[in-house]
């Protein structure tokens, strides 16, 4: 049975654990690096990046990701998950703060802005929907969320969205000069894939659409031909397997 690891330091993985619940995969709250050697997969929730950085600095994690990431094991960052994957962050408080890395993009760390301009938005998945099935359409949920400025060669886009005016109005200063040229963008994006990596600047695990975390749990190790595979998510199938409907914190319809 596929067991899927949650870094569990801070932010949305209790969401995230509740997400895996419905679709009937067992999910584990890491905290400790030994935790990782009994995971099949990874997600890195959203949540205050630096406060995690600290929490992973202090709890001597960061060795331990890094070498989960390189074993070619599914790893999914979302919101601040997704700047932790990032080979290069920009936009960062005064020091920075310590990366995974493994991810060949930049990232803006607060492009959205502050927390009270967050936003939803209805964002085109089209690759998502070929996968998965369903609509064309995602309801992205942004908080506090940053955005993918570039990308390296191998990186597959999933998924980007309009600049909101209040965005651009919002950005004064940005590493290396860049200022100008990321106010005139129209659009950034905001989901990618690259190998074992899959990385979301919006949060999945707060909506009833399980998408994304079945295309997560699909996606295949580079080292080997064994993917993860994905059960029922029927309501009545869920039953069945687990006896009852496992309770779930609220999210959005």
Not at 1 to 26: D, Y
Not at 171 to 194: F, H, L, P, W, Y
């Amino acid at each position: 049975m596929t067991t899927v690891g949650v870094l569990a330091l801070q932010g949305s993985f209790n969401e995230h654990m509740a997400a895996l619940r419905r679709i009937g995969v067992k999910g584990v709250e890491i905290r400790k690096a030994e935790q990782l050697q009994a995971v099949d997969a990874l997600i890195i929730p959203g949540g205050e990046s630096t406060t995690m950085a600290k929490l992973a600095h202090y709890h001597n994690l960061f060795p331990a990701l890094r070498e989960f990431v390189s074993t070619g094991k599914p790893v999914w960052g979302t919101c601040a998950g997704l700047i932790f994957l990032a080979n290069k962050a920009i936009g960062q408080k005064s020091g920075g703060q310590e990366l995974i890395g493994g991810l060949d993009c930049i990232v803006n760390r607060n492009f959205f802005g502050s927390q009270l301009q967050s936003f939803e938005t209805e964002l085109s998945v089209p690759k998502l929907a070929e996968e998965e099935g369903g609509p064309n359409g995602f309801r992205g949920v942004f908080i506090r969320a940053p955005a993918i400025l570039e990308v390296g060669p191998d990186v597959e886009i999933l998924a980007d969205c309009p600049v909101p005016l209040e965005t651009k109005k919002s950005i004064m200063s940005v590493d290396n000069g860049q200022e100008e040229e990321i106010v005139s963008r129209e659009r950034v994006i905001v989901a990618v894939r690259q190998g074992n990596l899959l990385g979301t600047a919006f949060h999945p695990e707060l909506t009833t659409d399980l998408r994304w975390h079945s295309l997560f749990l699909k996606m295949k190790k580079d080292s080997s031909d064994r993917c993860l595979q994905r059960v029922p998510t029927s309501g009545t199938d869920l039953e069945d397997s687990l006896g009852k409907t496992p309770f779930d914190l609220p999210i959005y319809e």
